[in-house]
Antibody, heavy 119, light 108 residues
Framework: EVQLVESRGGLVQPGGSLRLSCEAS????????MTWVRQAPGRGLEWVST????????YYADSVRGRFTISRDNSKNTLYLDMNSLRAEDTAIYYC????????????WGQGSLVTVSS | DIQLTQSPSTLSASVGDRVSITCRAS??????LAWYQQTPGKAPKLLIY???TLQSGVPSRFSGSGSGTEFTLTISSLQPDDFATYYC??????????FGGGTKVEIK
């Protein structure tokens, strides 16, 4: 069974930093692209960043490029999101999601981590 | 950049109704479209991919159609578990896996 377990989020001051992690199990992690998606309170889904299975290709939404860094450690089956220069508008639930490959969509999701940026 | 526009933003319906949600892309995305269902407090769930392929385990009352710039998600007979928010997503390139704005299906 595929499982994606995210780290606990937290409360961060504006301008601060936070690292999220997503530990994967139940599949060959290194084969699949992984993505972070966020959802601000009461709002829709926003794609944040995607990293290919090898880590060789990385993509970011304009809203986070230059501030967030996605990475993965395939030896630990873990995906990361390093968030710097956090702003109030980064407040959201952050989900990690697994690419389906032949299934063109996110076929598995983590439980979500709440990140609150506030003073 | 390609944008996705969903309509309506809210839909009121009753159990047993047939409902349809539209997703329009600002440029052609062929059939690279996915649909998700999200209930409050839960992660989204993949329903349909490649515009019309039902994800494993999803009830057959859900169907998808369309290609190019216009897509439709149809629920043939709305069930109590189907009251949720639905999102479309373009899935043609990892460089921009954007979502539509969402459609909330609520009880009439």
């Amino acid at each position: 069974e595929v499982q994606l377990v995210e780290s606990r989020g937290g409360l961060v001051q504006p301008g601060g930093s936070l690292r999220l992690s997503c530990e994967a199990s139940g599949f060959t992690f290194s084969v699949y692209a992984m993505t972070w998606v966020r959802q601000a309170p009461g709002r829709g889904l926003e794609w944040v960043s995607t990293i290919t299975g090898s880590g060789g290709l990385i993509y970011y939404a304009d809203s986070v490029r230059g501030r967030f860094t996605i990475s993965r450690d395939n030896s630990k089956n873990t995906l990361y999101l390093d968030m710097n220069s956090l702003r109030a508008e980064d407040t959201a639930i952050y989900y990690c999601a697994k690419d389906g490959k032949a299934v063109a969509g996110f076929e598995s999701w983590g439980q979500g981590s709440l990140v609150t940026v506030s003073s | 950049d390609i944008q996705l526009t969903q309509s309506p933003s809210t839909l009121s319906a009753s159990v047993g109704d047939r409902v349809s949600i539209t997703c329009r892309a600002s440029q052609s995305i062929s059939n690279w479209l996915a649909w998700y269902q999200q209930t409050p407090g839960k992660a989204p769930k993949l329903l349909i991919y490649k515009a019309s392929t039902l994800q494993s385990g999803v009830p057959s009352r859900f169907s998808g159609s369309g290609s190019g710039t216009e897509f439709t998600l149809t629920i043939s007979s709305l069930q109590p578990d189907d009251f949720a928010t639905y999102y479309c997503q373009k899935y043609n390139s990892y460089s921009s896996l954007i979502f539509g704005g969402g459609t909330k299906v609520e009880i009439k």
